[in-house]
């Protein structure tokens, strides 16, 4: 069972900056584009960003300018650069393929404070 590990999360006043990291298995995360997602209370799972095996990247609109999803394939893992960070934000992050395919892991806190 291919295991997701995301770290990073945390408490941040509005206008600051986090970055989460998240770790996959080398075979999926060499083969498969990976994607940050995001659920807040009450709301339904959303993709955040996302990033191709070649190194495209999407973002959904309200995060655009703000947030910059990378990844590093000496280290599998699939980073989320979050700058300027907004009360809105605030969200549980998980990270999966895109679109996903794989089990969701525990995921990491953001809570972005006004």
């Known amino acids: 069972q291919v295991q997701l590990v995301e770290a990073g999360g945390g408490l941040v006043q509005a206008g600051g900056s986090l970055t989460l990291s998240c770790a996959a298995s080398?075979?999926?995360?060499?083969?498969?584009?990976m994607a940050w997602y995001r659920q807040a209370p009450d709301k339904q799972r959303e993709l955040v960003a996302a990033?191709?095996?070649?190194?495209?990247?999407k973002y959904t609109d309200s995060v655009k300018g703000r947030f910059t999803i990378t990844r590093d394939g000496a280290k599998n893992t699939v980073f989320l650069q979050m700058n300027s960070l907004k009360p809105d934000d605030t969200a549980v992050y998980y990270c999966?393929?895109?679109?996903?395919?794989?089990?969701w892991g525990q995921g990491t806190q953001v809570t972005v404070s006004s």
């Open positions: 990033i191709t095996t070649v190194g495209s990247t």
């Open positions: 080398r075979v999926i995360f060499s083969l498969r584009p």
């Open positions: 999966n393929t895109d679109p996903y395919t794989l089990t």
